[in-house]
């Protein structure tokens, strides 16, 4: 669970966001990743997902894989990795990635600001393909998995603070990458999906024109760019459960990853899963 910003933004912080916009890189407060925290009642939601959003292209060969993920959320998205062998299960072990500690929204708000406490591992929605938005999968013999789990390992053992701006879940996935000897895109101020999609890109078709800037331009307009957007745009839908609830107060909020029903009151308002 993690609560947006509203209008109190810092000036240096606004003049970065006005900065990062201005030449594609969109980043701002309200649209960042989150740990995909969980909220719970007695209220459930349908959703109806843009198709094809679990397509697996793959390169390299082998028996064991590094997949680099993104997949949605209320806002912004949430980029990831998992690993394994082909052919078994995932499990909340095989999950690497970067995230404020815990379901507490003011460690992600803060984390805007400062770096704050993180976390490495499996977050809520990361397992379940239906949510995911991008993917990339490398394949690769046991000994070079081998040594690219170590290393996951050890950068996860080193990464104790998050950052929106300055270290975030891109440039965590982007370091992984780095050290398979695989190119990253030229920025982590980007959407993740964006993230995944121009890594994969610039990897299987090197020759190609990097279209990182545009295409984020264009992701900053999208109907399913993340949660909201697909709210907004009627994309996304969600049902209450045919079970007796207390009625809440207000209109109720929906949150992705997976989806839970929400109350918001005049004092807090509570916004979905994921992010940076």
Known sequence: MRHKLRNWTPLWLAGVIALTTAVGLAFSPANAQDSGGTLRNAATAKVRLPAGSAATPTSGSGQYYIEFRSRY????????????????????????????????????????????????????GDLEDKYTSARYRVLMDKEQYDRVVAYIKELQGRSHVWSAELYNCNAFVGDVAKFMGLRVPKSSLIYPRIFVNNMRKINMNPDAPDTLVSDNVKEMSSPTRDGRAMINS???????????????????????????????????????????
């Open 73 to 124: 959320a209320w806002d912004y998205g949430h980029t990831y990795l998992i690993h394994g062998r082909v052919g078994e299960r995932p499990t909340k072990d095989s999950v690497a990635g970067l995230s404020p500690v815990g379901d507490d929204p003011t460690s992600w708000v803060i984390g805007h600001y400062v770096p704050v406490p993180a976390e490495t591992g499996w977050t809520d």
């Open 234 to 276: 009627g994309v996304y839908t969600a049902e209450k459960a045919q079970a007796e609830v207390r009625k809440p107060s207000t209109t109720p909020t929906v949150t992705i990853g997976p989806l839970r029903t929400t109350s918001r009151t005049d004092s807090v308002t509570a916004s979905g899963t994921s992010s940076q």
